[in-house]
Structure formats: C-alpha cells, structure tokens
C-alpha cells in the first residue's frame, strides 16, 4: 500500500473543529500536520446560525457543559482576533450584539422565570424584562411578546466566515488539506498509527484526532467500544435578507420557545438574517422539506411578524453531532494514539475555541486540562467511575 508521508498529528475531520485542531495543533510547534475530508471546510459549521449562547442556551443538569461554554465564550474574541491575522485579514463574522430570549404566553414566562432563577442562583448575568421592556430593546417583536430575558454576553460569530478563515489559517500554518475520505482507521501494536485513504495511500500519524462529527464512530477499523455512538441530529435553516429599508430589522440575537420548539433569529451586520434550526431525528438524511421550512417560517412570524415581507436566499441542512449525553467528547480515547475531538451536538460553533485550545494542549503536551476531564470520551465505558458530564 503506498504512503502519504508520516505526520505527527492526523485529524480526521475538516469541519469547524477539526480544522481548529489543526491549526492550534501547528501554532504549539507540532509539525506535519495533516486534515483529511472529503470536502474540508464543509460539515454542519456550514448551516449553523453562529449563536455563541452558553447562558441562554444552557439546560437543567448541564452545568459542566456551561462552564465550557463560558470559558469558550470568554476566549472567543482573542479567538477570532487571532484568526483574523493568521488567515490573512479574514473576518469571521464575530459581533458582541447579546441575545434576547423570549416568552410569546403566560406558560412560556413561567418557564422563562424559572430559567432567570436557575441563572441566579448559578450568578450568572442575565435580565428580566417585562414585554414593554423587550420590545423596546427590539421593536419589530409581536405585540404579545410577554417577558424576556436579556444576556448581554451571548454573541454570534458567523461559521462560514469562520470555516473559510480556519481554511486559510491552516494553509499558511503549513497544516497538508487533504481532500479525501479516510477509509479505514490503521491500528498496529494496539494503538492507532494513522489512517487509509480513498485515494488508494495512507497517512502514518504519532496521534490521530477523530473530528468527523456524527460519522466518528462509524469509521471503519475503530475497535468496539472506543466511541459511542455519534448521533446524527437534523437542523433545517433559514437564511433571509434584510432590505435597507427595513434596517434595522433586529439588533441582537432573538430567541423563544414556540409550540414547545426553540427558535432563534441571529442578524448579521451584512442584512442577513439567519432563522433555525428544527431538531429531527431522521438518520444521516440532509433533504430540506416544505414541512421543515413551513415551521420555521410559522414560528418566526408568530415572533417577528416582520419577517414575512423579508426575500428568502437559502434554505439548508446540517447535522449536529450528539453524544448519548449531549455533551462533547474531548482528549484521549482508551485506544492510544486516539484522540477524540467531536459529540458537541448544538454548541460546535459555540465550542470550537476551547475545544482547539484544550484539546492541542493535550496533543502537545501529553497532560488533559481539567477543564476537559468532565468530558473524556471514557466516560461512556462500563468500567468508568466518575460521574458523567452532564448527570
């Protein structure tokens, strides 16, 4: 079988984390970096809105996940200011704007209160508003729009802008893009030493990171047990466009349940307007449906009348990766050599920085930070004692 060369790191994957990876990885000094995907900079970073929301975002029982969003969150403007020089002048469409979280019933501000008690007890920055209070910080929500919250640290970055910058960052790094499949995860001596290609070569690698989103565990030679399952979850996406006119249209990221699905409008500085995402269960399938773009396009009236006079650009589909706890797998697997890097469901944009940053430490030094411990893709083992991520 002919050779690609030795590296010292091989990430499978291309999308938003694992070119982050890469290009962390080659700025701490290891050299011969190699990405392997069939289409690099693709993946869900493509559909994603961009929303960086780990407080309005945040569940009951996810407290360690909040706290690696936090910290991700707080690292995210040195992030993309750092990206911004080492890809040349690309902008990522970072915008410190906040977020605005909304109830549209009597129900849904019950549920909204109890989320602004749970955020104080946590000490975390957060505001309520009565309904008059909302729609002055954003004039275009429906009139019986009856309470919300405003988290003035919750921001948006735009993932296009941050995939094509992390392409770029990475080629002046010296990371090798390889446009192809891995085929077959190579292991000898009980340890992982690289990958086969659909090329017909292989890459030998010191460590592999396996970043390949909701297809991870799915890669052929991964020995039973090392990876959980990877679920694929559907999320349909809505871009539109705001005309001069009508600008503008919103000022921060708005967000509300609506017949008991989450909806979030994200506007971006340029007049876009991004809508999302619905939550399907639907295997590895990506089709857009009427059904899907009906929904989004219903609730978002019901929150924004406005938006029905907007031009509809784009309608799109991803997948997010889900870990059977929702929550990321990050540092060493119990196959050496093996590097996980995937599993971050709804928060990938959200956890691309701290997941570069704390996933090349352990990659250049050997040592997992603490900070990724809660999330070590062992957990999932039979014999693994500690307490799950996000129990």
Known sequence: MPSDGRADVLVIGGGIVGLAVAWQAARRGLRNVVVVDPTPGGGAGRVAAGM?????????????LLRLGMASNERYAAFAAELTEASGGLDTGYRRCGT???????????????????????????????????RKLEPMLAPGVRGGLHVAEDHQVDGRRLLDALLAACERAGVAIRPAEAVELLVEGGRATGARLSTGGRVSAGQVVLAAGPHSHRLPGLPDGVLPAIRPVKGQVLRLRVPDAYRPFLSRNVRAVVRGQHLYLVPRENGELVVGATTEEQGYDTTVTAGGVYELLRDAHELVPGITELPLLETSAGLRPGSPDNAPLLGPTSLPGLVAATGHYRNGVLLTPVTADLVSEYLATGEVPDLARPFAPTRFSPDHSTTKACA
Not at 52 to 64: D, N, S
Not at 110 to 119: D, K, S, V
């Open 100 to 134: 605005l979280a909304v109830a549209l019933d009597s129900d849904d501000r019950e549920e909204l209160r109890e989320l602004h008690a749970f955020h104080q007890r946590l000490g975390l920055d957060s505001a309520w508003l009565t309904g008059r209070e909302a």
């Open 52 to 64: 960086l929301a780990p407080v309005t975002e945040l569940q009951y029982g996810e407290e360690p």
